[in-house]
């Protein structure tokens, strides 16, 4: 498989916000439209696809949490 699809991540958008919260992981979702143009709720949908397949994780509470990188192989590929 092609694309970051057998680590989880499969397509351009999920790759943007996980590179995102690579970088920050105490980022919010507001901040993270603001970088990338997608609407907040764009990007709830992506994040919740995200947590859904394992890849990311919330630690900690809605306000002062961040987010874990579970992929821990995706993390170390190639491209993200």
Known sequence: MENGIENGIENEDERKIFSILVETPDITAKKMSEYTGFSVRKINRIMKGLK?????VRVGSDRKGYWEIQDKAYLNSKEH
């Open 52 to 56: 859904e397949k394992g890849i990311i």
